[in-house]
């Protein structure tokens, strides 16, 4: 069969195989397609009544070079040397340079002696007029030169020449000549690792940082909580934490990649991994609440001293120690003292232990503005800059009176995921400055979405901040990766990735061209068009799902608190006798489940392309299918439900009760491939004699043992339909 010939798909026949079952049939679904031979053009996507994607599977005719992140200044691919990718095989320094960790597509090279035998010259010239971290790469006819300013720059150039060489080698073309100067907008470009509701396994840990590091991304603070084996307070540590040893490897293994990591070990609030343990009942500030330390007891610090100490261990080539500190209103014991008298005394307190050693403590800068005031016009779009200055006019003043109580040391992080762009955040961070206290942002690539990150990866609002913070000649910013609710690590990456375009690279990208680099460099050169775009067209039916069987003005999240949640927090199933009530009362949401049980199945195709046409990355796209297959049961369970309550013959509704009460066999299959394919780089379940803590906060990731609080509406929802229909 010629090359540009391909097989149509079956639409009917795909939704079987790739949902496992066929109960519910739309009233527009296509007709099945007739399997038939198309004509294709190179690199076209046909599309076929609700999504019949085929794919030419002749090679690029254009080439493409993207490199991520941007270069800040490039010209790549107009012409091409004479040299093939496997053409690399030496390497060599006239100033004797050792050479850096190398990847995939550059580990071949070897360091030689002689000059003449290498393909590609280095060297580190710290005279070198560029800034810290940069690099000047060319690529002539037969030779590649990179010159660096330091050890780091001499990684990233070595990091850009592995990405042209993999796009050279995909799609089938010698090196381009190129001519890169390259160097970061902001020192410190961060990533959390928050590890406090699961640990994925080991291994995967040193697979994220290449990825990071490939990137350009240079720290990780890591919120280790209970997931370190503590030798001075054994009972903290959770039985599946990792040893000193094992994050002290990792730690090791980042450096070695130009990524430092630095703990982050939860203050004065968010303390329940420690107050829940009977043992530390007594450091409690409220005595039923496991939430705070009473910043009062000389034995709280005591405490968090030496899980300072531990932490520090396993970071040894880390410049911060994060000590949280936010969200907490605490009275010492009702002791009199104001909520930020008490926050300022902690502060001092951890602030001058991380001096000592010699850690820059790093804390979020939330209680304070609060207690002034001041947190409002951070968030409200709706207000004015007249208004904002206002407001600071009136409370600003009760800042400044607890000035010099701000240890001089600290740098304050300004965490804003959702509003960036306000003149209430820059304000807020401009007191910092002008006072001479050192400011860092923080974005966020997750925050409290259930199942995936939403909002387009928060690209948006990653970008604003990005640039916010090389305005403001800013240090560096943190890309928070909340684990609340617990998505796997795999559907952080392209807010991770845009993370590392803005903060290396600045505005040179908008959010689609950006989203074009992405698709690029994680699945390939000849996917990087928006016709292979996915990510996107699941966040709707995730939106949707997240509440899809729960009650209006109540949340998923709040199910596993309410004792009769089945029946006060749950959608009501159809009544025998009152024919179209149901579909009538909830005609919103099944309009919405038509809507996405049709758009899962047009995306499950287009993924499915790219898995069959060879497109780097697979595991991501697995774990996008797993996300997409769960939130399109809870779609097809609601039509299903409809077509029973619609039924106007026994016949027809013996056959629509017949499929709902399959639904429990097609949930647990479904359940168990999601948690298979997680399950290969995920720890999914909690040791069974783990102490859950009294999640204040509703974190699903919290609420349950093993994996059931990744599915509890369901599940509910499951029992409430087999109690209703078998009664």
């Known amino acids: ?296 007891d000389p034995k709280t610090y005591e405490v968090q001293f030496n899980l300072y100490d531990e932490a520090l261990a396993i970071t040894p080539y880390g410049k911060y120690l994060h000590v949280g500190g936010d969200e907490v209103k605490t009275t010492g014991r009702n002791s009199g003292q104001s909520a930020l008298e008490l926050q300022l005394y902690w502060l001092n307190k951890v602030a001058q232990y991380a001096q000592k050693q010699n850690r820059v403590p790093i804390f979020w800068d939330d209680v304070p503005l609060k207690e002034a005031g001041l947190m409002s016009p951070i968030y409200d779009t709706s207000i004015s800059d007249a208004q904002v200055d206002s407001i600071w006019k009136v409370n600003e003043p009760k800042l400044n009176g607890f000035l010099d109580k701000f240890p001089k040391n600290c740098i304050y992080m300004r965490w804003n995921y959702h509003t960036p762009q306000t003149y209430g955040n820059q304000k807020a961070m401009e007191w910092f400055t002008k006072n001479d206290l050192q400011v860092m942002g923080a974005t966020a690539g997750q925050t409290r979405w259930p199942l995936m990150p939403l909002r387009e990866s928060n690209i948006e609002n990653i970008k604003t901040f990005a640039i916010n913070s090389i305005k403001g000649n ?76 729960v009650v209006d003005k109540s949340h998923r999240n709040r199910l596993k608190k309410n004792d009769n949640a089945k029946e006060e927090l749950l959608i009501s199933l159809p009544k025998t006798h009152q024919k179209g009530l149901w579909t009538s009362l909830y005609s919103t949401r099944i309009t919405k489940a038509k809507k996405y049980f049709e758009q899962t199945i047009t995306t499950a195709k287009r993924m ?48 629509a009760l017949a499929k709902i009460m399959t639904q429990r066999t097609n949930f647990n299959r479904l359940r168990h491939e999601l948690e298979k394919v997680y399950g290969l780089t995920r720890i999914l379940s909690k040791p069974d004699k783990y102490i859950l803590d009294q999640d204040h906060h509703l974190h699903l990731a919290n609420q349950t043992i093993n994996f059931d609080w990744q599915f509890y509406s369901e599940l509910l929802f499951l029992d409430k339909i087999d109690e209703y229909f078998k009664n």
């Open 1 to 296: 069969m010629p090359d540009n010939w391909k097989l149509a798909l079956d639409y009917e026949e795909f939704k079987t195989d790739y949902f496992g079952r066929q109960n519910y049939s739309s009233s527009i679904a296509v007709r099945n397609i007739k399997i038939k031979k198309i004509m294709t053009t190179p690199k076209q996507i046909m599309i076929f009544g609700l999504g019949l994607f085929v794919i030419s599977c002749q090679k690029i005719e254009k080439t493409n070079f993207l490199i991520l992140p941007t270069p800040q200044q490039s010209k790549i691919g107009e012409k091409f040397s004479s040299m093939a990718p496997k053409d690399l095989i030496m390497a060599y320094s006239p100033t004797k340079d050792a050479l850096p960790k190398l990847f995939d597509f550059t580990k071949a090279l070897q360091k030689t002696e002689n000059k003449a035998q290498a393909q590609v010259s280095f060297e580190i010239n710290k005279g070198l007029d560029i800034p810290g971290q940069g690099y000047l790469l060319n690529i002539a006819e037969q030779k590649i030169t990179i010159e660096a300013k330091d050890e780091a720059g001499l990684f990233y150039g070595f990091t850009t020449l592995d990405q042209i060489v993999e796009d050279a080698s995909l799609q089938g073309v010698n090196l381009p000549i190129a001519q890169i100067k390259d160097y970061p907008e902001l020192t410190y470009r961060s990533i959390h690792w928050d590890v406090k509701h699961h640990l994925d396994k080991e291994a995967y840990y040193y697979s994220l940082i290449d990825e990071m590091s490939r990137q350009k991304i240079n720290g990780v603070i890591l919120e280790i909580e209970d997931k370190l084996k503590y030798q001075i307070h054994p009972k903290i540590g959770s039985p599946e934490a990792f040893s000193i040893k094992q994050w002290l490897a990792i730690s090791q293994y980042a450096n070695e990649r130009h990524i430092n990591i630095s703990p982050l070990v939860q203050g004065l609030g968010h303390a329940s991994f420690i107050l829940k343990h009977p043992k530390y009942f007594e450091l409690r500030d409220d005595l039923e609440s496991d939430w705070a330390f009473n910043p009062l």
């Open 474 to 549: 800013l240090s560096g910013l943190l890309l928070t990766l909340w684990d609340d609710d617990s998505p796997h690590f795999e559907l952080y990456k392209r807010g991770i990735s845009a993370f590392a375009e803005y903060t290396w690279a600045g505005d040179k990208k908008t959010n689609d061209e950006y989203k074009s680099l992405f698709r690029h460099r994680t699945f390939g050169p000849k996917w990087e068009d928006e016709n292979f775009a996915f990510i996107d067209s699941i966040e709707g039916p995730v939106g949707a799902w997240v509440n899809a069987l």
């Open 608 to 655: 499915e392309v790219l898995i069959k046409g060879g497109a780097k990355n697979e595991f991501m796209i697995k774990v996008y299918q797993q996300v997409l297959k769960l939130t399109h049961f809870s779609f097809e369970t609601l039509l299903l439900l409809e077509q029973y309550d619609m039924a106007t013959s026994e016949k027809e509704v013996q056959e």
